[in-house]
Every structure is written in structure tokens, then in C-alpha cells.
């Protein structure tokens, strides 16, 4: 049974478009790495900048083996890099019911 994530990325200064292009490599490597199920990420954005994407682990064991997977762990490296992680539920829109953000094509 898959297990959905969703992660927030706020871009460090000057680094949105850095970030944007990592984003949308992540769920390409964890694909082809065989982490994923075959449902497309959603990628949004949060008032403040912060990007959130949705996607779709295979399993929660897949989940794990992500994190001894050198691919997966050079664009995590990247990530880290270019973006902060804040909680979900520090985003205003989180903050009321129905949260809503502005769709990121990618």
C-alpha cells in the first residue's frame, strides 16, 4: 500500500529557481530509483515562497530504503542546499480549514 509525503521546501535567498529545477528532478530519481508509485507529484506554492510537493512512496519500506540510496541522497544533498524545510503547519494556509495554494507547472 503506497504512503503519501508531503514536503515543504522554502527557497533560500536568490535560490528559487535552483530549488524549482531540483523539484523537478526529485520525483523523476525516486522513480526511476523504484521508490514511487506511477501517480504524478503535485507541486505548489505557499503565500510565503514555500513550494510543497505531494507525492506518492511505494511503500513505507521503500520509504526507508530511499535514505541508502546514493542518487536519492545526492538530490536530498542538493535540497538542502538550495531550500529550508519548515512544517507544514507553520504555513498560513494551514492555519484555517481548507488550505489552498497556487498550482507550480513544472
Not at 503506497?2 to 530549488?19: T, V
Not at 506511477?38 to 512512496?57: H, N, R, S
Request: hydrophobic share 40%; aromatic share 12%.
Amino acid at each position: 500500500m503506497g504512503q503519501f509525503a508531503i514536503a515543504c521546501y522554502r527557497p533560500k535567498l536568490g535560490q528559487e529557481q535552483a530549488l524549482l529545477d531540483v523539484i523537478r528532478e526529485h520525483a523523476r530519481i525516486l522513480r526511476k530509483e523504484g521508490f514511487l508509485t506511477d501517480k504524478l507529484p503535485y507541486v505548489m506554492q505557499a503565500k510565503d515562497g514555500t513550494f510543497i510537493e505531494v507525492f506518492e512512496w511505494k511503500s513505507p519500506e521503500a520509504k526507508q530504503e530511499a535514505h541508502q540510496n546514493a542518487a536519492v541522497g545526492e538530490i536530498w544533498q542538493k535540497f538542502g542546499d538550495y531550500a529550508e524545510f519548515p512544517p507544514l503547519a507553520n504555513l498560513e494556509e494551514c492555519r484555517r480549514p481548507f488550505a489552498s495554494f497556487v498550482s507550480v507547472k513544472l
